[in-house]
């Protein structure tokens, strides 16, 4: 049986993720009837290295426990799984393609703005560098 801080060490991991994994319910670890500390198993150490993998591929811990479901009721996990991962690229790559449009509307206006001058506030413009971007270049 395993301490928190045992189970962190074994699965590379830090107490407080194993403490929050445990309030969300992704693990369910016995109690030490003497002292009342959380222990944990071998199995326990396999579901923390699992959710840290999943992390790690970009899964959400909500997806995690879904997966952790599929498998509690004896039904493989693997179609949710790479329904989950088709969706999270999809959003990925909406993400970096405004990222992309982001990053070129702010290297076109820091281009433009090299050749204006600093002004002062005048009551007409806050900042004459930002108000220069026209309608359609915002975003």
């Known amino acids: 049986m395993l301490t928190v801080s045992a ?15 445990v309030r969300i319910g992704l693990l369910k ?14 199995d ?6 699992f959710i840290c993998r999943a992390k790690r591929l970009g899964f959400t811990l909500r997806e995690i426990d879904t997966i952790f479901d599929h498998g509690r009721s004896g039904q493989s996990p693997c179609p949710t ?4 991962i088709r969706q999270r690229i ?4 909406e993400k970096l393609a405004g990222l992309n449009q982001l990053q070129q509307r702010m290297d076109s206006a ?6 204006m001058p600093d ?21």
């Open 90 to 93: 999809n959003e990925n790559r």
């Open 44 to 49: 326990d150490v396999k579901k923390v290295q």
């Open 110 to 115: 820091l281009e433009r703005w090299k050749t």
């Open 29 to 42: 670890p016995s109690r030490n009837p003497d002292n009342g500390y959380r222990l944990f198993n071998s």
């Open 7 to 21: 189970l962190s060490k074994a699965a590379q991991t830090t107490p407080d993720a194993i403490r929050h994994y």
């Open 119 to 139: 002004k002062e506030p005048d009551g007409e413009a806050i900042c004459h560098l930002i108000e220069s971007i026209t309608k359609g270049e915002r975003r």
């Open 81 to 84: 799984v790479r329904e989950m």
